[in-house]
């Protein structure tokens, strides 16, 4: 989405809403007072490592989990007060559906269609287009059980649109999707938000696809929002490119001293130093003449640009990618 087609979460244009909202389990604190706003015709992301709150959110925002606190409203509608009516006007599609494989699409498809009540004839004419968009037209009459995962992803995308939703929950749509499948799910979601104006709330802990289609980002980390904005916005907060060093550990510290004068320390995984390098490029060949001074045997060094994960390591003090881990 340009910036000229971003719109601002304000007043009357204000389609989801959350309010202190709050779930837990017994003691555990899941999703913990967040509030957050989506404009219509917006796509925005929930990023955040597995077990930070975000599938959690989803559920509570359409109607399948009650909140234990705060508020929730679905295109002005409460989510505990309407939830029939919330229902009926926003297509989700989770990261654990459960599609019987034993199914065809076409079954699925116009099951779908009939829970929904909409007209054979209607169903007859949507469900062949549906699957078609999603490039599963020849595997129509295929039991689901004969699917592979990209495809189950994109019959479920395909469910979820059958009663054309003006709001679309997606979440963690590319999870174990190979890069193909991935880049297809990505150019439909654009084209649902292009052409129709589908309001699409994205979760995912995949750095690029928040940062590929959202217009807005919230990253939310153990139950809390930690930042909120457009991705380029968030990113300038960070400021200097990240220099990222790797050594052999026995040079971890004295690299990790001389590093020091160069800027501010920032999370790396192990074996690697990283600070925010002040002054940029121009000061790579006094990085490494300084750690050639030292005596320390540098494998790898490399400058990258400000990033979601730096975002992320900022505020939470430890990197997103290989949270799961």
């Known amino acids: 989405m340009s910036g000229s087609d971003k719109l601002t979460s304000t007043g009357a244009n204000i389609?989801?809403?959350?309010?202190g909202l709050v779930r837990k389990y017994g003691e555990i604190v899941a999703?913990?007072?967040?509030?957050?706003?989506?404009?219509?015709?917006?796509?925005?992301?929930?990023?955040?490592?597995?077990?930070a709150g975000k599938?959690?959110?989803?559920?509570?925002?359409?109607?399948?989990?009650?909140?234990?606190?705060?508020?929730?409203?679905?295109?002005g509608l409460d989510v505990v007060e309407f939830a029939p009516a919330v229902r009926r006007i926003i297509g989700v599609a989770l990261q654990d559906a459960s599609i019987d494989p034993l199914m065809t699409?076409?079954?699925l498809m116009r099951l779908q269609a009939v829970l929904h009540g909409i007209p054979r004839s209607e169903a007859k004419r949507r469900c062949p287009e549906l699957l078609a968009r999603v490039g599963l037209t020849g595997a129509a009459d295929r039991r689901v059980a004969?699917?592979?995962g990209g495809m189950r992803r994109r019959l479920d995308l395909a469910i979820s649109l059958v009663h054309e939703p003006s709001i679309l929950f997606l979440d963690e749509p590319s999870a174990g999707l190979d890069p193909t499948s991935r880049l297809a799910l990505w150019e439909e979601v654009r084209r649902l938000n292009r052409e129709l104006g589908t309001t699409v709330f994205l979760t995912t802990q995949y750095l690029e696809e928040a940062d590929e289609l959202a217009a807005r980002i919230a990253i939310i980390?153990?139950?809390c929002l930690v930042r909120e904005g457009s991705p380029e916005d968030l990113k300038a907060t960070v400021g200097s490119p990240t220099l990222r060093?790797?050594?052999?550990?026995?040079?971890?510290?004295?690299?990790?001293?001389?590093?020091?004068?160069?800027?501010?320390?920032?999370?790396?995984?192990?074996?690697?130093v990283a600070v925010g390098l002040e002054g940029g490029a121009a000061r790579v060949t006094e990085v490494v003449r300084a750690l050639d001074d030292a005596g320390i045997s540098v494998s790898?060094?490399?400058?990258?640009?400000?990033?979601?994960?730096?975002v992320f390591a900022e505020a939470t003090g430890r990197r997103l990618e290989g949270a799961e881990e």
């Open 15 to 19: 389609v989801i809403e959350a309010s």
């Open 31 to 51: 999703v913990d007072g967040i509030d957050l706003s989506v404009a219509r015709g917006e796509v925005f992301g929930f990023l955040g490592p597995n077990g």
């Open 55 to 75: 599938s959690t959110t989803v559920r509570m925002l359409t109607t399948l989990l009650r909140p234990t606190g705060g508020s929730a409203r679905i295109d």
């Open 105 to 107: 699409g076409n079954e």
């Open 146 to 148: 004969t699917y592979s």
């Open 221 to 223: 980390d153990r139950g």
């Open 245 to 272: 060093v790797d050594i052999d550990p026995v040079f971890f510290e004295a690299t990790r001293q001389v590093l020091t004068g160069f800027g501010p320390q920032r999370p790396a995984m192990e074996g690697r």
């Open 300 to 310: 790898h060094l490399e400058l990258d640009a400000p990033s979601l994960d730096d």
